[in-house]
């Protein structure tokens, strides 16, 4: 079953705006990581952000946490038509890693 | 290209059938896992390795699908007597031991 949800289902925006991105969990969590999915092909990592890390960036990317909301954004700055894709948070537990992901965001960039 | 590879990329079988995929790790890797995705829908947690022992199983991983890794490198996912239902994207993934996965490009099964 899915952890929780993403927030918005699906995005349009013109390139070089920004997107932003919220997850929802539903557990405890020992990190919380983001991957982008091209359609039909696999899982590609993005960034991942710990337990006691508020704040993460990586080149166009910027993660924050919120532990006590038990919530997740990603921001994609100056948005690309490349950025085109779904993209999921997964929360790792603590002990065995096992991921449980979200049920996506799927952003367009319109060029 | 994660260095985790998947075969085959593409399966299309007859309900009814057995069908086995592979997935190779990135070969220092001691923890694998499979997921499952639908279409529209997040990877869904089947099973974990560490190593050779399978140390976790979804209930989703209903009794006709067997996981193995024979000391502890490659792995294999087997369905028996395959359903509709089953259609899907299979993904492997692997980590040293935790952190980021490095997942593979899936293996599509369509059963008709």
């Known amino acids: 079953s899915q952890q929780g949800e993403e927030d918005p289902q699906a995005l349009s925006i013109q390139e070089g705006e920004n997107a932003t991105m919220n997850c929802s969990y539903k557990t405890s969590i020992n990190n919380l990581q983001w991957y982008r999915q091209n359609s039909g092909r696999g899982l590609v990592h993005l960034i991942l952000i710990r337990s006691n890390e508020r704040e993460k960036h990586s080149g166009r990317l910027r993660v924050t946490l919120d532990t006590s909301k038990k919530s997740s954004s990603l921001l994609i700055t100056a948005s690309r038509a490349a950025d085109t894709a779904s993209y999921f948070c997964?929360?790792?537990?603590?002990?065995?890693?096992?991921?449980?992901f979200g049920t996506g965001t799927r952003l367009t960039i319109i060029p | 290209d994660t260095g985790v590879s998947q075969n085959p990329r593409h399966k299309i079988t007859k309900r009814g059938q057995n069908v086995t995929f592979r997935c190779d790790p990135i070969?220092?890797?001691?923890?694998l896992y499979w997921y499952r995705q639908t279409l529209g829908q997040g990877p869904e947690f089947l099973t974990y390795?560490?190593?050779?022992?399978?140390?976790?199983k979804s209930r989703l991983l209903s009794d006709r699908f067997s996981a193995e890794r024979p000391k502890g490198s490659f792995s294999t996912l087997e369905i028996q007597r395959t359903e509709q239902g089953d259609s899907a994207m299979y993904l492997c993934a692997s980590i040293p031991f935790e952190g980021e996965q490095y997942f593979g490009p899936g293996t599509r099964l369509t059963v008709t």
């Open positions: 997964a929360t790792a537990h603590f002990g065995n890693e096992k991921l449980t």
């Open positions: 070969s220092e890797h001691n923890r």
């Open positions: 390795f560490q190593n050779e022992a399978q140390l976790e």
